[in-house]
């Protein structure tokens, strides 16, 4: 699969030398090369002395460390930007904070067909509650408004929005005064979007991939689809990165599709797979994710989208067509689904297709020992977002609330997929949690039940290396020589080798052992600051002179 590239890699030739280089060529590397947006050669600082006199460029990393840049797995680009540029309600301490702010963003935005909001969390707030209609009418003065939930599969709103969907009281999901969910949600989203101009969208896709380059990611998985955005959403964002300088955007559009033929209007879209979003079922947080056994806070299951015989459909179809298929997938009722589901697709058309193709599973949060073993067997990438449990999980988190104890500490278990085999990618899920990459790997590597967390090596390389094989490159997301240039440079503290606990062997953490180093990501130490990232060759983030 061809990388999609922002922009013709520059013919320049660029060495950097005098810090870290973070490599599995060489451990000890202090230096490399890059030509025509390739990496050409790393290794010692003694060694780049040879290549002084014959390139363009030298670049004096002055102790910084390089490493591959990140590639963020699932991320909603249009809606992250949206968030950056409006109304983020992620950091609302209190339900009464919340008006607040959706009065004074209703006050500043009085242009706005229809004002759009994210990231409240009634679970965090001691009001235990969402804002109600009659509240959110009164701080918009009667205004259009959707204010999505933090995980996003339900939202409040205004009566004037829902004046704008007629039918939708009919539709499943429809509460007279609470959170929308299912259907009724996903046509007010639409009607919401509907209001966001072609200027408005450019804009907020730019805003996220400039706040992603800063942040060191090189790459990111766009995950749009018909339920959650709009094909011109997608192919806007596809061109955008085609023609200005940024991370690059591997699109996936989540429609499903029953013969191989249908595939053609997934390509024509620029999609590389009928994949991301495709909603087997819900959130956790909306009391959507489809379980076995009914939440502990709520006397119901959650929702199914999909059973297995749809989605054994959509795997052949898109494995005869040579399309990456894939699923969204939380609850452990969905996730049993998406196993018997890709393996009634492997008992049509081969195992080793299905597992050549590299379905992926995204979240994939409530995982048994037998359910991490299909994904094994089947070939199964689990896209999964390390922030999710940094966020709502631990003793007191939501995870607990929705679940009990007992379900809770099962969730996220990456130290066990790891075990078995299964590729992991990371990601943010953003607008849902942040573009964050280094803090996702310190989530994953102190994940709050200490049997699932990872070494950070095998978290970074999930979040770089990860995200390349996720779509189907063996040869990216690391820096060696044949590789595209994809790096970032980064100020920071000491380089360690951290690992789960002290049973790992000695010698790992062993400076003689060869292990490369990463930052210290220990929880309250300070995370690694951008200096400048690099797509391609090119230069897309630098870090302005302080």
Known sequence: MSEPTPAEAPARTVLLRGGTVHSPADPFATAMVVERGSVAWVGSEGAADSFADGVDETVDLGGALVTAAFTDAHVHTTATGLTLTGLDLSDARTLADALDRVRAHASARGADRVLLGHGWDATRWPEARPPSRAELDAATAGRPLYLTRVDVHSAVVTS?????????????????????TGAAHHAVRAAAHESVTAAQRTAAQRAARAHAASRGIGSLHECAGPDISSPEDLTGLLRLAAEEPGPRVFGYWAEAITEAKEADRIRDLGAIGAAG?????????????????????????????????????HVAACTEAGLQAGFHAIGDAAVTAVVEGVRAAADRVGLARIRAARHRVEHAEMLTPETIAAFAELGLTASVQPAFDAAWGGEDGMYVQRLGRERARTLNPYAALLRAGVPLALGSDSPVTPL??????????????????????????????????????????????????????????????????????DW???????????????????????????????????????
């Open 508 to 546: 790992s953490t062993d400076p003689r052992s060869g292990t490369p180093g990463l930052p210290d990501l220990t929880p309250g130490r300070q995370l690694p600051v951008c200096v400048r990232t690099v797509v391609g060759g090119r230069t897309v983030h630098e870090r302005p002179n302080e």
């Open 436 to 505: 964050d990459p280094w803090g996702t790997v310190r989530a994953a590597a102190f994940h709050r039940t200490p049997e699932h967390r990872v070494s950070v090596r095998a978290a970074f390389t999930a979040h770089t290396r990860g995200g390349w094989r996720a779509v189907g490159r063996d040869d990216a997301g690391v820096l060696v020589p044949g590789a595209p240039a994809d790096y970032a440079i980064w100020e920071t503290g000491d380089l360690v080798v951290q690992v789960p606990d002290s049973r790992v062997a």
């Open 277 to 313: 979003d495709l909603f087997v079922d819900g959130s956790l947080g909306s009391h959507t994710a489809c379980l076995h056994e009914p939440y502990a806070d709520a006397p119901h299951t959650g929702v199914a989208h999909h059973d297995a015989a749809a989605i054994a459909a």
């Open 160 to 180: 004037a929005l829902l004046d704008l969907v007629p039918g939708v009281a009919g539709l499943a999901g429809h509460a007279p005064d609470g959170p929308l």
